[in-house]
C-alpha cells in the first residue's frame, strides 16, 4: 500500500514558477513508477510526466516539455515536479500517482491506468 500526499500548490503569475512535492508512504515506493497528472476544470485528465521505478527514465506532455522537470528523492520518499514558465493553461488541479507495474525499472506509465495509488491533489493557478 502507498499513500500520496501533494504540496506546493498555489497561485502564481505567469512566467513564474513552482515546485509541487509528493510525499511518499509505505515500503514500495521505491519499486514504484510515479507520474504527475493534471485536471483543469471541464476537462479531462491528462499525463504531465512521469519518472520510473529506477529514476533512469522521464517523460513528458508535449505541452510542458522544456518548462517542467520530474525527479525523485528516494530516501526522503518524496517525488517532485519543477514547473517554470508556468503558463495560464497549466492551471489545473495536479495529481500525483504510484504504479505498481514492475516489468521493467526503466519503464515510464502514461495512462490513468497503469496507476495504483492516487493522491487527493494541489490546485495551480496561473494568473495572466
Known amino acids: 500500500q502507498v499513500q500520496l500526499v501533494e504540496s506546493g500548490g498555489g497561485l502564481v503569475q505567469a512566467g513564474g514558477s513552482l515546485r509541487l512535492s509528493c510525499a511518499a508512504s509505505?515500503?514500495?515506493?521505491?519499486?514504484?513508477?510515479m507520474g504527475w497528472f493534471r485536471q483543469a476544470p471541464g476537462k479531462e485528465r491528462e499525463f504531465v510526466a512521469a519518472?520510473?521505478?529506477?529514476?533512469?527514465?522521464?517523460d513528458y506532455a508535449d505541452s510542458v516539455k522544456g518548462r517542467f522537470t520530474i525527479s525523485r528523492d528516494y530516501a526522503k520518499n518524496t517525488v517532485h515536479l519543477q514547473m517554470n514558465t508556468l503558463k495560464s493553461e497549466d492551471t489545473a488541479a495536479y495529481f500525483c500517482?504510484?504504479?505498481?507495474?514492475?516489468?521493467?525499472?526503466?519503464?515510464?506509465?502514461?495512462?490513468?491506468?497503469?496507476?495504483?495509488?492516487w493522491g487527493r491533489g494541489t490546485q495551480v493557478t496561473v494568473s495572466s
Open positions: 500517482a504510484a504504479s505498481r507495474r514492475t516489468l521493467d525499472p526503466r519503464r515510464v506509465w502514461y495512462g490513468g491506468g497503469d496507476y495504483d495509488y
Open positions: 509505505g515500503r514500495t515506493f521505491c519499486s514504484s513508477g
Open positions: 519518472i520510473s521505478w529506477s529514476g533512469e527514465t522521464t
